[in-house]
């Protein structure tokens, strides 16, 4: 067997298909979770209860957290330039849209999927930035 | 003044830019003002309103009608061969919708938007299919 | 432990999460998957390679079979009642993606990903249509 | 005929449906004709001219473009507070966009589309920060 050089491992390690690093898979994944899970809760369970799980705010959280995490996730497929940037904004509204679920209770997979992509999404912000 | 042969007056009257026929671009438009008006609709008066603006059913409709026109519009942009198909189920949840819209009452604007872009896409899904 | 009846026992594996059914929860995974990989190979893979890859019918292929596939899942996590008749259309589109891709070669991915999902979207649409 | 104040005057003329101010109604407008634009040139006349035309910097600028924008007005349309972060990430895309439009040649209706929505969603932005 070879020796492969640790700096060779390192980046293999690091990248998978057509050359993305899995940093930005994960985010991905993260983005593609949150967007179901948020669009299934309140198009199911929020209007299945109503009350406090229809309010405009809440459920405008619900739906633009959605569409956002679909667009950021869009743009890291397609290897934007300017994924960083969106997914610095969709780390604020996952934000907002888990302390939203959290404060109404009764929403535990919202709350995890929101602030999972929010911290992902925080991460993939700042390592573009500083390239 | 030269003389324009009746045919290609016809022509260049059912054609735009692109090439792209005027009975399609008539579509496009009324795909784009029904998402339009039902997202805005949806996200303001509904939610404000709430009662049986906020039944499960009626913003299920709202909101699926709002982002099938949405893809409609985008498969006849960029010239989908299947775009017919597309508009064929487009014109039955228009229909279901502005129906919907109508037995609630107070949504005249959504009601007026469905019906016009149902009959756009009727129009489009049939003329296609005689190709 | 106690005896839990046939019919129970087939109603859970028949259920997940909100009480969808997990042949709807297995054609929302395909269609996420078949958006995922053909937008992630046709803005990467496609546009690097060039040639035969960003011929105008191939390239509109691929970017509508992942706009359909999108739309498509949406549609079952808000459970729509079109759902059924919005698969037809997907199941289409793939269907024809998967052989263009095919036919292209280097693409078994796409292909694997494409015909996944249309037999998925077929059965969905097939199963709905009965009811 | 009654005496209007002033005031009154400017706050009717400043507000339309569903009492959204005319900047936005205006920014709506401005995103849903560039991602109209872009998607229907970047999907027919960069695909059949090719060249430099399909180089995948370009088309991915055009095909991120057209999303963001349509993103962009779904956000506004459903009176989302996060709609002046997004809005500020459009106009950098839009400029980018134009820049590159400008710079490939033959592109003057994407060139303004991107201009006018960079413009007006740079306002947007502005404006929004300071609420």
Same mark, same amino acid.
């Given at each position: ?55 405009? $705010?809440?459920?405008?959280?619900? *739906? %633009? &957290? +959605? @569409?956002? =995490?679909?667009?950021? !996730? ?34 535990? $997979?919202?709350?995890?999927?929101? *602030? %999972? &992509? +929010? @911290?992902? =999404?925080?991460?993939? !912000? ?6």
């Amino acid at each position: 067997m070879t020796h492969i050089p640790q700096s060779e491992q390192s980046m293999r390690s690091e990248q998978s298909m057509h050359g993305m690093h899995h940093s930005m898979q994960s985010c991905i994944q993260a983005c593609m979770e949150c967007h179901q899970v948020c669009l299934q809760t309140v198009m199911n369970l929020c209007l299945e209860m109503g009350g406090k799980h229809v309010e405009p $705010e809440h459920l405008r959280l619900m *739906m %633009n &957290c +959605a @569409e956002i =995490c679909q667009t950021s !996730a869009n743009f890291m497929l397609s290897s934007s330039t300017f994924h960083n940037r969106l997914c610095g904004v969709c780390a604020e509204v996952c934000d907002a849209c888990g302390q939203d679920c959290k404060s109404i209770g009764d929403m535990d $997979e919202c709350v995890e999927a929101c *602030m %999972n &992509c +929010a @911290e992902s =999404c925080r991460q993939m !912000a700042g390592s573009s930035m500083q390239h």
